[in-house]
């Protein structure tokens, strides 16, 4: 699937407390969630993002993306704030594993995320993981996801991909 | 090539004789747990499969985040969770009263042991690894299908070694031993890896020493954190884990992608700054800086020989009066073992509140949120920005003993500074 967005960029080890404060936790609603998407975030507190996030936008982190503790309303967040990929350095176990789970496609691209600034725009292919910053001009390619996990990733997440396995 | 310890538990749940790291593997589940934050979401997946529950006797369920209930929201999360206790009629299943803090009680009542494979929607389920256990976190859809299948998908980590040598040094606990590795390797050191631990000094390790080890796995991105199995293990599960185990030894051309050493005895009391758990720094070598709170408890420092540790520096002594000094038990257990021991009479004379068991101020959830500019001493596992309360509060994070002696002082120091 090819996507276009503009990048919100963030730093290294953004962490699932930053991602969705432990406060709103006593809610799972995705909708609820989104509101306070990424609120303690001190990166763009002029035009927070949940306020100001589009449908399309393209999240970009540095390393250990979703470090911390496992809560899967990190990633459900970010999905329901409208943003369709994930792109960072690399991420950390539980965040890839529950992005994957919940059908949020997540790209690790190492040190070429260095290249890719807040505002710029994207081209995503999600299936063969290449990534253009029509910005810059700049083409990466970020590391496929091994095999069984991407039957996973292609049925849209783990129940779809239970169900379909009987 | 032969296996390590964490290889030999997967292989075994994969019902392989051999797995080697990049592999991946689906594992037959010894225990699945959730807790009132993640279950609900958890059992929301679980519903859309549409089967029963794999074993009702292998699954936990510890409301122990926002307990007893901080507010109406939270309410109806745990009422979620019992309800689904009830109907499924899980037997793990702890009310208000009985319950504790997941990662102190799974280990006290012998529900996790050796060999065992555990997962949980909590990070802090590599806890287990102390017992020589393989346990792992994992969010609220892989729980929901483990509670429907009994199965889990994994890939089979890469695995450092942890050397430890020397003997410890009085007022040196589990949490400098970590602090001070996850300070080395960082945040990320141990990313999508298996944390092994091996050598002398393992022995110098009480099993509460280790219990903090394993459970600060994460911290450092680890996927677990393993321990041998020794005399301190035995003593510790036997009496207490029912079921049969198998324990676990690292072959002796085990793999290993890096292995790091550390000297107990060259260890001083740490402490990590924010707003990460690697930011570590010697109490000894730091200025002045003044705290507004200190919380002993949680998943990483909620159990006895805690407790005991703070009350051994503030038996005699008075809590600053410029802080507020929050202890939590980690289970009932902990907490009747601390009153009939007289560590609660220390406390409270002391001027420190005590709770009843919650995860409570270590995510910010309740029971000790702080506002803006107020800094905390934690014996918790995470100082992330906004952790406890307020975004521009801070959390420095500490060891049971630098954590009375900060309590006492106002201060963060170390309890040779105390008297």
Known sequence: MSLEGKVWRYGDNIDTDVIIPARYLNSFDPKDLAAHCMEDSDEHQEAPFAANVVEGDILVGGKNFGCGSSREHAPVAIKASGVPVVIAADFARIFYRNGINIGLPLLEIGDDVEKIHHGDKLRVDTSTGVIENLTTGDVFHAQPLPGFVQDIAKAGGLINYIKAKG | ?419
């Open chain 2, 1 to 419: 090539m032969g296996m390590n310890m964490t290889e030999k538990i997967l292989a075994k749940h994969a019902g392989l004789d051999s797995v080697t790291a990049g592999q991946l593997i689906f594992c037959q589940l010894d225990m699945v747990l959730a807790n009132d934050v993640t279950a609900p979401p958890a059992i929301k997946e679980f519903e859309k499969i549409g089967r029963p529950v794999f074993d009702n006797t292998k699954i936990a369920l510890v409301p122990d985040h926002f307990t007893p209930n901080k507010d109406i929201k939270a309410a109806g999360l745990a009422k979620t969770v019992r309800e689904f206790a009830k109907k499924h009629q899980i037997k793990n299943y702890f009310e208000i009263g009985r319950v504790g803090i997941e990662h102190v009680i799974l280990p006290e009542k012998g529900i996790v042991g050796p060999g065992m494979l555990t997962i949980g929607a909590d990070s802090h389920t590599c806890t287990y690894g102390a017992v020589n256990g393989f346990s792992t976190g994992v969010g609220s859809t892989d729980l929901g299908v483990a509670m429907a299948t009994g199965q889990a998908w994994f890939k089979v980590p890469k695995a450092i070694k942890v050397v430890l040598t020397g003997k410890k040094p009085k007022y040196i606990c589990g949490k400098d031993v970590i602090l001070t590795l996850i300070g080395m390797i960082g945040v990320d050191g141990a990313l999508y890896k298996a944390i092994e631990f091996a050598g002398e000094g393992v022995a110098e390790l009480t099993m509460t020493d280790r219990l903090t080890i394993s459970n600060m796995a994460i911290e450092a991105g680890g996927k677990n954190g393993i321990f041998p199995f020794d005399e301190i293990t035995k003593e510790y599960v036997e009496g207490r884990v029912q079921q049969p185990y198998e324990a676990v030894a690292p072959d002796e051309d085990a793999s290993y992608e890096k292995v790091i050493e550390i000297d107990l005895s060259k260890l001083t009391p740490v402490v990590a700054f924010p707003h990460l758990p690697g930011n570590t720094h010697p109490v000894s070598e730091i200025d002045k800086i003044k705290i507004d709170q200190v919380v002993i408890g949680s998943c990483t420092n909620g159990r006895l020989e805690d407790l005991r540790q703070a009350a051994e520096v503030l038996k005699g002594h008075s809590v600053h009066p410029d802080v507020r000094c929050i202890v939590i038990p980690g289970s009932q257990q902990v907490y009747l073992d601390a009153v009939h021991e007289g560590l609660v009479d220390i406390f409270i004379n002391a001027g420190a509140a005590v709770s009843t068991p919650t995860c409570g101020p270590c995510l910010g959830a309740h029971m000790g949120i702080m506002a803006a500019g107020e800094k905390a001493v934690s014996t918790t596992n995470r100082n992330f920005r906004g952790r406890m309360g307020h975004v521009d509060s801070e959390v420095y994070l500490a060891g049971p003993y630098v954590a009375a002696a900060s309590a006492i002082l106002g201060y963060i120091a170390v309890p040779e500074e105390v008297n």
